[in-house]
């Protein structure tokens, strides 16, 4: 696994290929005079057998690899920091080439493992119940550091080749860093290799993209994504979740259910999660499970409840125990499908954005000294 180059180490200058899909490939294989179907091999290699040396790509002549290898590299993003929890989860702080950091998680919750991967360095929401949005939005993260999340996660996991079965990955949800529909064009085009039969081959069932609820973007999504689809709710009300979620006072919540109620046509997805992270006496009551069970009511979807992960700094406090189950029961008495997510990772700050805070205080007190 790469890790975090020092200042003193040459940087490789040649095009990194991870996050080139087809087309690219082709461009790439072209211009070395290389027959078509070289390029269909290249993508075989990277994203279904996740070499990173040219040398292993035995059904390309000696001449090709050495071709692609003089002007080009199959990378994975610098790990600052891994972590790994006495529960089995991993966190990695990744470190891409420009110096900015982003995170991600693996959750083994057998029989499967969850990758929750960023979109951006930061976020420009600023979610009051959220690490990351008390960071500022710093950039949109490329497709290839997209991919490369994946990727690097499967490495670190023994999961390949991509299509294995029994593998250890076997979902992807894109609710780490950032909003991914506010770097719609990247996004897409990662998760267009990660639901490739030929690339990453993950069903689109298995791969879930989390918004705070931004409405045109979802029903592009619908249109030119169709993966699995999971709202941050978090409040039933406008004026409640215009605080928690902020973009609720672009996108008021009676439109965000009509963007859900098409989702469903628009994606053949099956049914949409809705998040709602459980805040003490904020938004447990049982008058706000009642309200939430109305507003699903003609959407086929499931509620996850979120035990608040305090961090450093929040003003929230978690939800009683007794609180949440009596929230769920009230939602599962009614028909809905509803699962309390266990805590996981908590002794490695697994609350999403803090292990980049500390590790950006970190370099702040060192540069200090
Ligand atoms: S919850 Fe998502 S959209 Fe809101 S601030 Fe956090 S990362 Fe940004």
């Known amino acids: 696994m790469a890790t975090m180059q020092n200042d003193s180490e040459p940087v490789d200058p040649r095009i990194d290929l991870v996050g080139m899909d087809r087309d690219d490939?082709?461009?790439?294989?072209?211009?070395?005079?290389?027959?078509?179907y070289r390029s269909r091999q290249l993508y075989q290699w990277i994203y279904q057998r996740g070499v990173t040396d040219f040398a292993?790509?035995?059904?390309?002549?000696?001449?090709t690899r050495a071709k692609l290898d003089e002007t080009y590299?199959?990378?994975?993003?610098?790990?600052?920091?891994?972590?790994q929890s006495v529960d089995g989860t991993r966190k990695w702080l990744l470190g891409f080439a420009d110096g900015n950091l982003a995170e991600t998680v693996f959750i083994p919750e057998e029989p499967r493992g969850t990758l929750c991967v960023s979109s951006q360095v930061g976020c420009t929401l600023t979610c009051s119940f959220?690490?990351?949005?008390?960071?500022?939005?710093?950039?949109?993260?490329?497709?290839?550091?997209?991919?490369?999340?994946?990727?690097?996660?499967?490495?670190?996991?023994?999961?390949?080749?991509?299509?294995?079965?029994?593998?250890?990955?076997?979902n992807i949800v894109m609710m780490g860093m950032g909003e991914p529909l506010y770097n719609f064009e990247n996004v897409k085009k990662a998760l267009s290799i990660v639901i490739d039969d030929e690339g990453l081959a993950m069903s689109r069932r298995r791969v879930t993209l989390s918004t705070s609820g931004i409405v045109p973007e979802i029903r592009r999504c619908g249109r030119e994504i169709g993966c699995m689809l999971a709202i941050s709710l978090h409040a039933v009300h406008d004026e409640l979740r215009d605080e928690l979620v902020p973009i609720n006072r672009k996108y008021k919540i009676a439109e965000l259910m009509d963007a859900c109620r098409d989702y469903s046509t628009l994606s053949n997805a099956r049914r949409i999660t809705f998040e709602?992270?459980?805040?003490?006496?904020?938004?447990?009551?049982?008058?706000?499970?009642?309200?939430?069970?109305?507003?699903?009511?003609d959407i086929p979807s499931k509620v996850n409840l979120?035990?608040?992960?305090?961090?450093?700094?929040?003003?929230?406090?978690?939800?009683?125990?007794?609180?949440?189950?009596?929230?769920?029961?009230?939602?599962?008495?009614?028909?809905?499908?509803?699962?309390?997510?266990?805590?996981?990772?908590?002794?490695?700050?697994?609350?999403?954005?803090?292990?980049?805070?500390?590790?950006?205080?970190?370099?702040?007190?060192?540069?200090?000294?």
């Open 306 to 369: 979120i035990p608040f992960n305090p961090w450093p700094g929040s003003v929230y406090e978690c939800s009683s125990n007794n609180a949440i189950d009596r929230f769920a029961s009230l939602l599962r008495d009614a028909g809905c499908v509803a699962t309390v997510r266990s805590p996981r990772g908590q002794d490695i700050m697994a609350a999403c954005g803090q292990l980049k805070s500390a590790s950006v205080r970190q370099r702040r007190s060192a540069a200090a000294e």
């Open 130 to 170: 959220c690490h990351t949005g008390t960071q500022r939005l710093v950039r949109n993260l490329e497709a290839s550091e997209i991919v490369g999340q994946i990727m690097l996660a499967r490495d670190a996991l023994d999961a390949w080749p991509a299509a294995a079965v029994n593998r250890p990955l076997t």
């Open 276 to 297: 709602y992270v459980m805040l003490k006496g904020v938004n447990d009551s049982l008058a706000e499970a009642r309200e939430l069970v109305r507003l699903m009511s």
């Open 56 to 63: 292993e790509m035995h059904n390309l002549s000696k001449a």
């Open 25 to 36: 490939l082709k461009g790439v294989t072209d211009a070395l005079g290389e027959p078509a």
């Open 73 to 83: 590299r199959i990378g994975r993003p610098a790990v600052g920091t891994a972590q």
